[in-house]
Nanobody
Framework: QVQLMESGGGSVQAGGSLKLSCFYSGDIPDWYFMGWFRQSPGKGCEEVATLSHYGDKDYHFSVRGRFTISRDSAANTLFLQMSSLTPDDTGMYYC????????????????RGQGTQITVSS
């Protein structure tokens, strides 16, 4: 049984930083993509970042240069380092894994966590 559990969300002032963690367990194939997507009432669902098993990283244009996705395979943990946060980054952030990155980008992955809320105030 695959499980993903996010942590590290919270409230922060604009310009601040946060680091999300996602501990994953279960039989996730090595070739699966891992990533993050977010949902907010104003913008709906939006891809954030994906990471391939080769280490290739892809980011939504709005977070490129501000967010960094990384992984500690030995610790079964996926990270999202976020800096220069703006109120537009507010939302529920989900950790996800799927055989195809477009399913993560489309916010419809095979597996996802329960989410962690990020609130950025101006």
């Amino acid at each position: 049984q695959v499980q993903l559990m996010e942590s590290g969300g919270g409230s922060v002032q604009a310009g601040g930083s946060l680091k999300l963690s996602c501990f994953y367990s279960g039989d996730i194939p090595d070739w699966y993509f891992m990533g993050w997507f977010r949902q907010s009432p104003g913008k709906g669902c939006e891809e954030v970042a994906t990471l391939s098993h080769y280490g290739d990283k892809d980011y939504h244009f709005s977070v490129r240069g501000r967010f960094t996705i990384s992984r500690d395979s030995a610790a079964n943990t996926l990270f999202l380092q976020m800096s220069s946060l703006t109120p537009d980054d507010t939302g529920m952030y989900y950790c996800a894994t799927d055989a195809y990155s477009y399913n993560i980008d489309g916010c419809n992955p095979e597996y996802r966590g329960q989410g962690t809320q990020i609130t950025v105030s101006s």
